[in-house]
């Protein structure tokens, strides 16, 4: 089985920041893409930020400037680092991340249970 566990998430004021951070475990043979995706009341999930094995990053229009994603591949673990917070940044937050279970199997994704992020005006 496979487990991704959030934390970081909670409540912080406009202009404030939060680190969320997600750790992958169990029976894993390769992490490719590593992110996180947001879903608001009322509206679809979003993709927020993603890393590639290599490094390479890609982020919403919305959170460039403010946000920063990273991954440590020794730990199996992303980060997302959030800096100037606005309260349309409030969603819950969710892990994602395309893995195989065994060498030579597809990449296939993997979501966490997600994290509440409330930023208040």
């Known amino acids: 089985q496979v487990q991704l566990v959030e934390s970081g998430g909670g409540l912080v004021q406009a202009g404030g920041s939060l680190r969320l951070s997600c750790a992958a475990s169990?029976?894993?043979?390769?992490?490719?893409?590593m992110g996180w995706y947001r879903q608001a009341p009322g509206k679809q999930r979003e993709l927020v930020a993603n890393?590639?094995?290599?490094?390479?990053?890609n982020y919403a229009d919305s959170v460039k400037g403010r946000f920063t994603i990273s991954r440590d591949n020794a730990k199996r673990t992303v980060y997302l680092q959030m800096n100037s917070l606005k309260p349309e940044d409030t969603a819950v937050y969710y892990c994602n991340a395309y893995l195989t279970q065994r060498m030579g199997h597809k990449a296939t994704p993997y979501w966490g249970q997600g994290t509440q992020v409330t930023v208040s005006s």
């Open positions: 169990g029976s894993i043979f390769s992490i490719n893409t």
């Open positions: 890393v590639a094995g290599v490094g390479i990053t």
